[in-house]
């Protein structure tokens, strides 16, 4: 056999392995194509069309009150839910971390069943708990510290503590599996070195636990400002966020033009977020907690 | 007590004090949906399976409740082959389209799930997919697929793909190597998104709000549409019996992955 024969069937192999590696995909990019990023092509021609190419919608999310507040009010609720997920989640992260045996399971077990528990039962959750006669305005009540129910469901608090419950195992698990990466001989190093427990934790072991802060806040901020079903639950119908401008703007006016413009405005945020981080940490960092 | 003491006791009562907000509002339904009153008191005063069953009686729920497991079942069957198949090519292709087309499959984590729901009624209105098991099936698949592709690929990532060559060098075609030499070792992989499949298919409201309607309601729409109009303590009991089911398919991906550790 020739040497230019065997280069030939080194060729055919190559090509009969890439056909068949191309044929295994298929199946997953035909779905995820014609379901997913066909629609998203139609969103965005249907965005710069009224009555033929023209930037109307996008001049009317400008202009309008209504849209600005709309997207600030969700950029604000997002900022607050990141924040607040994230002062909750490191302590928890931490203890996961620190915790041996049993007390990590336990941790990581009251972590994951809310994680695993349907968002609507959560929201109900809350609205059970939350309401004028519920339980925690009951609990408030009899310790003395009001005389008057709170109005906590229904509004922008409702959505936030209800949003900040749902997001909170988002922030734990990235900064949990952080966290475990981080060698525990380089905070020993940092002690014997004379760093007192606080100097250790934040010239060591804070910066190393960044990129799970990143990977955390990203998942929380980006969920936050697509979320739906939780404010539409809890906000009452006062705490508009872009999810329901969307979704209104179809049910209520069937405006598909208003919808596709703040969709794809909606998206491309998300969009620059991602690519973002993705040039600071892997996105699969991001996405496996999910 | 000592100074350095108190940072770490505040902390461990503020992990404390976390992780009860975490699993009380979850906790609190389940002895609130076995009430007798229409209006719901934690703790209840009389105890009764009343709303179970007013859920179980009636044909509107259980029909959503089959909907809801039918769909979430044929979306896992499909969704677990077609995600094992791309993550194989996308692990052991040298391609470099399958670096593109592994973001393409990670799209629908990505994307706000209200958008997916609004771009999949468009394609579903002119397909008369509207309304059909056969449509929510397809979504879900579609909204499964990065769950089994990311933990199929980690899988594979930590298989030792040289075992599936010798087993094809000994004679066995590529498929029938996979299959008795690579999926038995992946299976823990394989099984946890299968059930993440199962488990977001059956949670799903936003696409099902948009798509799913007359005799197809799914249990999530049926419910999201009874809680904006008013707090159904039916809703409790269905409540409970899903976080049952979820926390049962969690404890058997934990068994799995302890029994694919210790082997």
């Given at each position: 056999m020739t040497a230019s024969s065997d280069a030939d069937l080194a060729r055919a192999f190559e090509r009969g392995e890439h056909r068949l590696m191309l044929l295994l995909?298929?199946?997953?990019?035909?779905?995820?194509?014609?379901?997913?990023?066909?629609?998203?092509?139609?969103?965005?021609?249907?965005?710069?069309?009224?009555?033929?190419?023209?930037l109307n919608h996008y001049?009317?999310?400008?202009?309008?009150?209504?849209?600005?507040?709309?997207?600030?009010?969700?950029?604000?609720?997002?900022?607050?839910?990141?924040?607040?997920?994230?002062?909750?989640?490191?302590?928890?992260?931490?203890?996961?971390?620190?915790?041996?045996?049993?007390?990590?399971?336990?941790?990581?077990?009251?972590?994951?069943?809310?994680?695993?528990?349907?968002?609507?039962?959560?929201?109900?959750?809350?609205?059970?708990?939350?309401?004028?006669?519920?339980?925690?305005?009951?609990?408030?009540?009899?310790a003395g510290?009001?005389?008057?129910?709170?109005?906590?469901?229904?509004?922008?608090?409702?959505?936030?503590?209800?949003?900040?419950?749902?997001?909170?195992?988002?922030?734990?698990?990235?900064?949990?599996?952080?966290?475990?990466?981080?060698?525990?001989?380089?905070?020993?190093?940092?002690?014997?070195l004379g760093g007192g427990p606080?100097?250790?934790?934040?010239?060591?072991?804070?910066?190393?636990?960044?990129?799970?802060?990143?990977?955390?806040?990203?998942?929380?901020?980006?969920?936050?400002?697509?979320?739906?079903?939780?404010?539409?639950?809890m906000g009452g119908g006062r705490t508009v966020m872009v999810s329901?401008?969307?979704?209104?703007?179809?049910?209520?006016?069937?405006?598909?033009?208003?919808?596709?413009?703040?969709?794809?405005?909606?998206?491309?945020?998300?969009?620059?977020?991602?690519w973002t981080v993705s040039r600071f940490l892997p996105l699969d960092r991001v996405f496996s907690t999910r | 007590m000592n100074q350095s003491a108190l940072p770490k006791v505040l902390t461990y009562a503020l992990v404390g004090l976390v992780l009860l907000f975490l699993i009380l509002p979850i906790l609190i339904i389940i002895p609130m949906s076995f009430s007798d009153a229409r209006f719901l008191t934690f703790p209840p005063r009389v105890y009764s399976m009343r709303w179970y069953e007013a859920f179980l009686g009636s044909a509107a729920w259980m029909s959503a409740a089959r909907t809801s497991f039918t769909v979430a079942l044929l979306a896992t069957i499909l969704a677990t082959p077609i995600g094992i198949a791309s993550a194989y090519a996308i692990t052991y292709s040298s391609l470099r389209v399958m670096r593109l087309l592994r973001l393409m499959l990670m799209l629908p984590l990505m994307v706000p799930i209200i958008i997916v729901a609004i771009g999949v009624f468009l394609i579903y209105a002119r397909t008369g997919l509207l309304s059909s098991v056969a449509g929510l099936v397809l979504a879900d698949t579609m909204l499964g697929i990065p769950f089994v592709v990311l933990a199929v690929t980690a899988g594979l990532q930590s298989f030792d793909h040289t075992q599936e060559m010798v087993a094809r060098s000994l004679g066995m075609n590529r498929f029938r190597a996979f299959m008795t030499v690579t999926l038995p070792q992946i299976k823990a992989s394989v099984a946890s998104g299968a059930i993440f499949v199962f488990i977001s298919a059956l949670d799903e409201t936003v696409v099902a709000l948009f798509i799913s309607g007359g005799e197809t309601q799914t249990l999530t729409k049926r419910m999201f549409t009874a809680l904006r109009d008013e707090i159904d303590p039916t809703i409790a009991a269905i409540s409970t019996l899903l976080t049952v089911i979820s926390f049962l398919l969690i404890l058997s991906i934990g068994l799995f992955q302890r029994k694919a550790n210790r082997t």
């Open positions: 995909a298929l199946p997953a990019f035909v779905v995820v194509f014609c379901l997913l990023v066909l629609p998203l092509g139609w969103l965005v021609v249907q965005s710069f069309w009224d009555d033929g190419p023209s001049a009317r999310l400008v202009t309008d009150p209504v849209y600005l507040n709309t997207f600030w009010l969700t950029f604000r609720i997002s900022f607050i839910v990141t924040i607040v997920t994230l002062l909750l989640a490191y302590p928890v992260a931490y203890a996961a971390t620190v915790a041996t045996g049993a007390w990590r399971a336990v941790i990581l077990a009251f972590v994951l069943v809310p994680f695993w528990t349907s968002v609507l039962v959560r929201a109900y959750a809350w609205l059970i708990l939350l309401q004028r006669s519920g339980v925690v305005n009951g609990a408030l009540r009899d510290l009001i005389e008057r129910p709170l109005a906590l469901v229904h509004n922008e608090t409702g959505t936030i503590i209800a949003t900040v419950h749902i997001l909170l195992p988002f922030m734990i698990l990235p900064l949990q599996a952080t966290m475990a990466k981080i060698p525990r001989d380089l905070l020993t190093a940092g002690a014997s606080l100097h250790v934790f934040r010239c060591v072991f804070l910066p190393l636990s960044l990129p799970g802060i990143l990977a955390g806040s990203t998942l929380v901020f980006v969920l936050c400002l697509g979320f739906y079903i939780t404010p539409e639950l329901m401008v969307i979704s209104r703007n179809i049910e209520l006016y069937q405006a598909w033009g208003a919808a596709s413009a703040v969709s794809v405005t909606l998206l491309a945020i998300v969009g620059a977020i991602f | -």
